[in-house]
């Protein structure tokens, strides 16, 4: 029987900041080692440009990338899906193949800077649990 690859599904509101640096960084971490798909409740109009600057800064490129609805056909297929923040909200349902996860992210405040430098802060509690992910992923 052939192994199949994990399959993982970031999720935020809008699909167009928190959950776009996620997807963007599993890919720069586990390449074609993982599926890696993004979605929002209520998709926004475009990317987030602090995020999409500070994932680069990381190496982890948003190149091509728009916000897009999640399909239930990937909401039941994917291993995992990971709820970015505690605005989006997503209920388990018969049938579905994977887990549910929220990752509370941190909100900085204009305090500590611009908003390229408040998304910085977002962005390293993300990658550091996208590191976690993978690694758990990997063993599988």
């Given at each position: 029987m052939p192994e199949t690859k994990p399959s993982v599904l970031f999720v935020c509101v809008h699909n167009a900041g928190k959950s776009q640096m996620a997807a963007a960084l599993m890919r720069a971490k586990a390449g074609d080692a993982v599926t890696?798909?993004?979605?929002?409740?209520?998709?926004?109009?475009?990317?987030?440009?602090?995020?999409?600057?500070?994932?680069?800064?990381?190496?982890?490129a948003m190149d091509g990338e728009y916000p897009k609805e999640i399909t239930d056909d990937i909401f039941m297929s994917v291993d995992r899906i990971v709820i970015l923040g505690n605005e989006a909200k997503l209920e388990?349902?018969?049938?579905?193949?994977?887990?549910?996860?929220?990752?509370?992210?941190?909100e900085p405040s204009a305090e500590v800077g611009d908003k390229l430098a408040q998304t910085r802060i977002v962005r390293d509690d993300i990658a550091r649990r996208v590191e976690a992910l993978y690694t758990e992923l990997s063993k599988k």
């Open positions: 890696i798909l993004s979605g929002g409740t209520h998709p926004g109009d475009s990317l987030n440009e602090p995020a999409r600057l500070a994932a680069a800064e990381l190496g982890a388990p349902r018969d049938g579905m193949h994977g887990t549910i996860e929220t990752w509370l992210t941190p």
